[in-house]
């Protein structure tokens, strides 16, 4: 049976949703840094609009 282990990423809702903003490179960054670790994104939380910010979910499967 597969295992998986996950990972939440909180991130400023400018972040997502400013096209062409400083903070939006670094979320894509870190999104492909976190890819190359074998990292998905599985879902996304929160209310951007009320909280400001928006939780990623990541997960990846345990190979040990």
Do not use: C, Q
Request: hydrophobic content about 45%; overall charge positive; glycine content about 10%.
């Amino acid at each position: 049976m597969k295992k998986f282990e996950y990972m939440l990423l909180p991130v400023s809702a400018k972040g997502i949703f400013v096209k062409k903003d400083k903070h939006d490179a670094a979320t894509l960054a870190k999104m492909n840094e976190l890819g190359l670790e074998g990292w998905e994104l599985v879902g996304m939380t929160g209310n951007a609009s009320l909280e400001g910010f928006i939780t990623m979910v990541f997960k990846r499967e345990i190979t040990r």
